[in-house]
């Protein structure tokens, strides 16, 4: 079980989260004609890394804020927590 | 219109449990907090309003996490950022928080019949919690609150006493019924009476 500090709320179980996707992934700028292949890696590419990767939570239980966490995907150590803005 | 409280045919009064050999004043007690005025203020993200000076009921909206302003009559829980919860017993708390809050700088949205509301109170009332929330107590004080879990319910848990013996825990009105058998079930190894 992992203890992830919001930056809203502090540190909480996981539990109360719930786990958003890639943080690295850019939307295409809206209005923009992007071809077929770009929207599909968009939608579906992902690179499935190990080791330090940037991710997007939900305090769904808690402040319901959307947040990013730096975390090791090979061994769950969390290095950092930001919001989303920042 | 009558209004039919959230536990209203599913909270039973009596002792429950192990109550047996013991002083009835050392039982945990669970009753429903009904009849009370519940309103969830949000604050736009395009609103310049600073809400430091803004006063309902003679209270602040508390910006600091968990934090719980309260008088006698009303309760101003922090929710999230630009986002609070206001319990009052007040029929007409609404009248000033609209007009303390305009519509153009704050959504307020009545909640007062789509929650639930338990109070638990007592000696064991943390160990009940700490059955199925994984809120850390040792740091929870008076007038801290939180939300989160309970054996995977949404819940808001409200500490309104200085030894952490009493806590109302607000939950959506649908899953009342479901943390009401949860909470009791907890008690049982105390023992506890329905009020």
């Not at chain 1, 809203?8 to 989260?17: A, D, L, P, T, V």
């Not at chain 2, 995977?152 to 943390?179: M, Q």
Request: hydrophobic share 35%; glycine share 6%; charged share 30%.
């Amino acid at each position: 079980m992992l203890e992830i500090k919001c930056p809203y709320c502090g540190k909480r179980s996981q539990n109360e989260f719930s786990y958003g996707g890639d943080a690295s992934v850019k939307r295409p700028e809206l209005g923009k004609e992007i071809s077929d292949k770009d929207w599909d890696d968009f939608v579906y590419l992902r690179k499935n890394l190990r080791g330090k990767h940037s991710e997007l939570w939900h305090h769904v239980a808690g402040c319901r804020q959307w947040f990013k966490v730096l975390r090791s995907t090979a061994t769950h150590e969390i290095f950092k927590t930001t919001k989303v803005n920042e | 219109m009558t209004a039919v409280s959230a536990l209203d045919s599913i909270h039973k009064k009596g002792l429950f449990g192990d109550h047996h050999k013991k002083n009835e004043n050392d039982l945990l007690k669970i009753r429903e907090v009904k009849n009370l005025n519940i309103f969830h203020i949000v604050k736009y993200k395009s609103s310049k309003i600073n809400a430091i000076n803004i006063r309902i009921d003679d209270l602040e909206l508390p910006l600091q996490t968990s934090k719980i302003l309260s008088n006698k009559d009303t309760r101003i829980l922090w929710n999230a950022p630009n986002t609070w919860i206001v319990i009052s017993k007040k029929e007409d708390i609404i009248k000033k928080i609209e007009e303390k809050l305009n519509d153009k700088d704050f959504a307020i949205t009545d909640i007062s019949h789509s929650r639930a509301v338990i109070q638990i109170k007592g000696l064991q009332t943390i160990e009940v919690l700490k059955k199925g929330c994984p809120i850390n107590f040792n740091k929870f004080e008076k007038n801290n609150c939180a939300g989160t879990v309970f054996h995977g319910i949404n819940i808001v848990i409200d500490c309104a006493t200085d030894d952490l013996d009493t806590f109302n825990l607000i939950t959506l009105r649908s899953f009342g019924e479901s943390l009401y058998h949860h909470i009791t079930d907890a008690s049982l190894e105390f023992g506890y009476e329905g009020v």
